[in-house]
């Protein structure tokens, strides 16, 4: 399957532990031609179902349980992007400053994933099958990636990341670290190198339409926050 975006990155990981048919015809009416309560009924569900459908999807918010024709639209945005030439990572959900040494990072939806799955299978002349797709769907869990900056090369070793939603701090289910950091843009100057840090938050544990705070604390101190409104990402 896919790493997001982070393949061909070394990685140091601190795993922590889980928080985790209706009759029809003459004798579905009454006198006067007024619906008998079976007719009644049966109306009724349809109208459940129908409504039921058309109030699960959101114009925005994190969609931890995506219907088929979101399911559907986001692999055809993901072809089609492979058709227009985009790249598959346009569909990672960004945030911070698009500074060369300014702290930033994306987040992966499981609507976002199934572009990305597509658009990478597009590129390849294949389209995702339905266990590539239920695997997504699956999933328990939501990546983050940061990229924050420091000068010392082992900077990010021992890193972590919470979310915080008002009073409530969500921990990772994993976090991961560049051991040795690269090179920044401006090297020898001051911030000297960047890394990467990624983890895991588990979807039962936070509010997927809430205003969400996602700070990352380096080993040798300090941290990188930033302000995601959960319920603003389509």
Same mark, same amino acid.
């Given at each position: 399957?896919l790493?997001?975006?982070?393949?061909?990155?070394?990685?140091?990981?601190?795993? &922590?532990?889980?928080?985790l048919?209706a009759? /029809?015809? %003459?004798?579905s009416?009454?006198?006067?031609?007024?619906? !008998?309560?079976? $007719?009644?009924c049966?109306?009724?569900?349809?109208?459940?179902?129908?409504?039921?459908?058309?109030?699960?999807?959101?114009a925005?918010?994190?969609?931890?349980?995506p219907?088929?024709?979101?399911?559907?639209?986001?692999?055809?945005?993901?072809?089609?992007?492979?058709q227009?030439?985009r790249?598959?990572?346009?569909?990672?959900?960004?945030?911070g400053?698009a500074?060369?040494v300014l702290?930033?990072?994306?987040?992966?939806?499981?609507?976002?994933? &199934?572009?990305?799955?597509?658009?990478?299978? /597009?590129? %390849?002349?294949?389209?995702?099958?339905e266990a590539?797709? !239920?695997?997504? $769907?699956?999933?328990?869990t939501?990546?983050?990636?940061?990229?924050?900056?420091?000068?010392t090369?082992?900077?990010?070793?021992?890193?972590?990341?919470?979310?915080?939603?008002?009073?409530?701090?969500?921990?990772?289910?994993m976090?991961?670290f560049?051991a040795?950091?690269?090179?920044s843009?401006?090297?020898?100057?001051?911030?000297?190198?960047?890394?990467?840090?990624?983890?895991?938050?588990?979807?039962?544990?936070?509010?997927?339409?809430?205003?969400t705070?996602?700070?990352?604390?380096?080993?040798?101190g300090?941290?990188?926050?930033?302000?995601?409104?959960?319920?603003?990402?389509?």
């Amino acid at each position: 399957m896919l790493m997001w975006g982070v393949q061909g990155h070394q990685y140091a990981t601190q795993r &922590l532990p889980p928080s985790l048919e209706a009759p /029809a015809g %003459r004798r579905s009416l009454g006198e006067g031609g007024r619906p !008998t309560g079976r $007719l009644k009924c049966t109306l009724l569900c349809m109208c459940v179902v129908v409504l039921g459908g058309l109030l699960h999807v959101p114009a925005y918010a994190i969609d931890v349980h995506p219907t088929a024709q979101q399911i559907q639209t986001a692999l055809a945005q993901g072809k089609e992007a492979a058709q227009k030439g985009r790249s598959p990572d346009s569909f990672y959900v960004r945030f911070g400053v698009a500074d060369e040494v300014l702290p930033k990072g994306f987040l992966i939806t499981k609507i976002g994933a &199934l572009s990305v799955m597509a658009t990478h299978m /597009a590129l %390849r002349g294949l389209q995702p099958s339905e266990a590539d797709v !239920t695997q997504v $769907l699956e999933g328990n869990t939501m990546l983050i990636s940061t990229v924050i900056f420091g000068n010392t090369q082992n900077f990010a070793v021992d890193s972590y990341m919470v979310l915080n939603q008002g009073e409530k701090t969500i921990n990772p289910m994993m976090v991961r670290f560049d051991a040795q950091a690269n090179r920044s843009d401006v090297w020898p100057k001051s911030p000297q190198f960047k890394a990467k840090v990624v983890a895991t938050f588990n979807y039962a544990d936070f509010d997927p339409t809430s205003t969400t705070s996602i700070t990352v604390y380096p080993g040798t101190g300090g941290e990188s926050s930033f302000s995601v409104d959960f319920g603003e990402i389509q």
